[in-house]
């Protein structure tokens, strides 16, 4: 199925005090995808989000959704809905008021328009539209029939009556979600919202919104600077640095081929070596030859930096080996181990299966795919 656009950033520009904070982002996204806007504290990702939602104007560039320009066009009228970290939800009304609470806000012409299948169900030769009191009614039954299915969608069943005070930081962001989705936005935006919870708390809201996105077919834009959060849930990540974005990409391809330090370093722990390209397929690093296979076409000389995941590196017997070096620190991890390994006057990132005390002499190999290359020129 080919993929719909759903938003397009063009040269997008925000100045605070004389400084690009957002510094010309161009970016589309697809219908029912879910975007990540991953980066350190102060990068621009929030200022990006809060554009693309109408709270901050840019000072250049469009925001097009479905090829119209939004840029002009106020936050409550556009087809977008944010969850912010802090929920601010409201402490004096209760769980379902607070979902119901938008739409209970809208003008009765609004509502007219929004319910209007609903309505012609209900009424099919027109007659409740010309009785605003019934007309009024019915649609308040629509908003808190609703309401009380977008609290089935985000788990919280029966809980319509509890004060807002009474439930959990987990539970408050799913009123937070629910109040969100019962626009039936198009687009949600997402910022930084389970910062706030606990990490196993965290990580069973990362799936189920993955799977609620994925359901309700909303494109989702998220931000946030946990980069396992970003790798959970993403169809694409947005690594941003300093106003720009630095590599756009799945996941997987973001974690596996990075396009410097910066974006390997953020994506995880890792290995970078200093290398030299010194022959056909074949990178020097660690004082050592390594074969390596890949597409980038790097001239013999070249200077590299040699990205290698902890565990890519394999544990073998001496005589298999590449390099030897000896555990200077050793963690058991549980489904792994994690081992420092010193070859080389250099320290090395292993995790392997098996355990080693620290002192143990071992061999380490590497699979010729698993050696990544970045050119010294990208940094
Ligand atoms: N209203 C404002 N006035 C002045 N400077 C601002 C304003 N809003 C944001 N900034 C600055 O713009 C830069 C980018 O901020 P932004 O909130 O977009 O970053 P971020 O990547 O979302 O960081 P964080 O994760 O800390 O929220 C920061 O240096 C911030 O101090």
């Known amino acids: ?20 904070v957002v510094n010309g982002i161009n970016l589309t996204i697809y219908e029912n995808e879910f975007v990540t806007l991953l980066g350190p504290s102060g990068c621009g990702k929030t200022t990006t ?4 939602g109408g709270f901050v104007k840019p000072d250049s560039g469009v925001i097009a959704i479905e090829g119209k320009d939004f840029s002009e066009i106020p936050a409550f009228a556009r087809p977008i809905n944010t969850v912010f970290q802090r929920y601010a939800l409201f402490p004096h009304l209760n769980v379902i008021n607070n979902v119901a609470f938008g739409l209970h806000h809208r003008p009765l012409s609004f509502l007219t328009e929004f319910y209007k ?32 299915e977008m609290l089935a969608l985000v788990k919280l ?30 687009i949600l935006l997402l910022d930084e919202p389970l910062a706030a919870l606990d990490l196993k708390l965290r990580q069973n809201m990362q799936y189920e919104l993955k799977e609620m996105q994925r359901n309700l077919g909303i494109t989702f834009i998220f931000v946030t600077h946990d980069q396992e959060e970003a790798m959970t849930m993403s169809d694409r990540i947005v690594v941003m640095r300093n106003g720009n974005i630095e590599q756009l990409g799945t996941p997987k391809s973001i974690y596996n081929e990075p396009i410097n330090q910066y974006v390997a370093h953020f994506i995880g722990e890792t290995n970078i070596f200093d290398g030299e390209i010194t022959g056909k397929q074949e990178v020097t690093f660690l004082n050592t030859k390594f074969k390596y296979i890949g597409y980038e076409n790097f001239k013999v000389g070249s ?19 590449s390099i030897e070096g000896q555990v ?52």
């Open 1 to 20: 199925m080919e993929k719909k656009p759903l938003i397009q950033l063009v040269d997008l520009v925000k100045t605070y005090d004389n400084e690009n």
């Open 49 to 52: 989000l809060r554009m693309l």
């Open 117 to 148: 299948r609903r309505i012609e169900k209900v009424s099919p030769d027109g007659s409740l539209l010309k009785n605003k009191g019934l007309l009024k009614k019915t649609i308040d039954d629509f908003i808190m029939k609703d309401a009380k």
């Open 157 to 186: 069943s029966g809980y319509d009556t509890r004060k807002i005070d009474q439930l959990s930081g987990g539970q408050q962001q799913r009123v937070a979600l629910a109040r969100a989705l019962i626009n039936r936005p198009k």
């Open 303 to 321: 200077k590299v930096d040699v990205v290698i995941r902890p565990e890519d590196w394999d544990v073998v017997p001496a005589e298999k080996a």
């Open 328 to 379: 200077t620190f050793s963690l058991f991890k549980g489904v792994h181990n994690e081992l420092v390994v010193r070859a080389e006057d250099h320290d090395i990132l292993v995790n392997d299966y098996e355990f080693f005390e620290v002192g143990s002499k071992i061999g380490l190999k590497v699979d010729p795919y698993e050696i990544h290359l970045m050119g010294k020129e990208n940094e």
